[in-house]
């Protein structure tokens, strides 16, 4: 969420007029995270909102680099009417992006459109200007549903759909047309749009291919997981699609392995302004996780999961000390137990996967 206070202290910051019904200017969000730890730089280089994170990127080396972008990148001024809150970044501050060496940005959320059609159109045009490949929205309804595709060495590709649910707060409004912008976005979350969704992957798909299906889906707070979206992840998992990528949450949900492949229901913010916002202390959306998934692409069934907990401290990732990494393993280690998931924290302070899916 690289919008409104991120965007502020960066490079190149956008006009800070908010449209929100108590926050105006989008300088308050800096001023009130310098309350609770102290002063934040501005102008930063296009790396320190990533700050340690670069670090563990680096020492994992990831294939591939996916984020859900939960804001639009435009100069674009006038807000979409009736909607509380709206995101933007400055398009020239793309380079805190490209930092981190992102592939795919998943845009089927509820902030891309936050500036209308043509906040989206220059989103879009941003991120293909440097080569990051956009997914789950377009200009026109084909466009919106196809996926973004990483190619790898030995003829393997990683291939990303990116769709949008309507329980996420995304308008209904925002669904891309046959001569409208918008984003992908499901009608429900049944079996049907479900086979709907499997059979645009079984005509893809290709032996060795990795297909993630990165959803928007849900509420923002708590660890409860609807049953309906337990049932969407299933009847997905069940079919061609190897890893299901949920966000919208602002805190990491449940993880869950169904028949050997993986189903991430939230996996929460990683870099926002919520610091030193009041309100859902008990969720701690200070501390945030960085999802390293390994996944063996002939069968598409999970190897191993690693999550490094890390925690934004002045706008900037930092590693979690080993209370904070506790309390993040703590919670979620009980949240994904219901579902058979068995976590553990290693001698280096990450969240690591022991067991899951029993009868796989």
Avoid at 44 to 64: E, H
Avoid at 327 to 343: D, K, M, N, V
Wanted: net charge negative.
């Amino acid at each position: 969420m690289t919008g409104r206070g991120i965007d502020q202290i960066l490079e190149h910051p956008g006009d800070p007029a908010l449209h929100e019904p108590y926050v105006r200017d989008a300088r308050d969000y800096v001023s009130i995270a310098e309350r609770v730890n102290g002063p934040v730089a501005r102008r930063v280089s296009a790396s320190y909102v990533w700050g340690a994170g670069l670090d563990v990127l680096a020492r994992q080396t990831p294939d591939v680099r996916i984020i859900n972008l939960e804001t639009s990148l435009t100069r674009a001024d006038r807000p979409w009417p009736g909607k509380g809150i709206h995101y933007r970044m400055h398009p020239q501050n793309i380079a805190c992006l490209t930092a981190a060496g992102v592939d795919v940005c998943v845009l089927a959320n509820n902030h891309v459109l936050d500036y209308g059609t043509a906040g989206l159109i220059e989103t879009l045009d941003t991120l293909r200007h440097v080569k990051i490949r956009p997914a789950g929205a377009g200009l026109t309804t084909l466009e919106a549903e196809a996926p973004a595709i990483v190619h790898l060495p030995g003829d393997r590709r990683v291939i990303v759909f990116g769709v949008g649910s309507e329980t996420s707060g995304i308008p209904g409004s925002w669904a891309a047309r046959t001569t409208r912008p918008g984003v992908w976005l499901l009608p429900d979350l049944s079996a049907r749009s479900a086979d709907a969704l499997l059979d645009r992957v079984a005509r893809l798909k290709r032996r060795g291919d990795v297909v993630i299906i990165s959803l928007h889906w849900g509420t923002n707070w708590g660890y409860d997981v609807p049953d309906e979206i337990v049932a969407f992840a299933h009847r997905l998992l069940d079919g061609d699609v190897d890893l299901v990528h949920g966000h919208s949450s602002h805190h990491p949900r449940p993880i869950e392995i169904h028949r050997g492949k993986l189903a991430l229901y939230g996996c929460g913010d990683l870099i926002h302004d919520y610091e030193g916002i009041s309100g859902y202390e008990e969720y701690r959306n200070d501390l945030v996780l960085m999802y390293f998934p390994t996944l063996d692409p002939t069968t598409g069934r999970l190897v191993s999961l690693r999550m490094t907990p890390m925690r934004v401290r002045r706008l900037q990732l930092t590693r979690a000390d080993a209370a904070e990494a506790e309390w993040l393993y703590g919670s979620l280690a009980a949240a994904s137990a219901p579902f058979g998931t068995r976590l553990s924290l290693s001698g280096d302070l990450e969240i690591v996967l022991e067991r899951g899916d029993p009868d796989a």
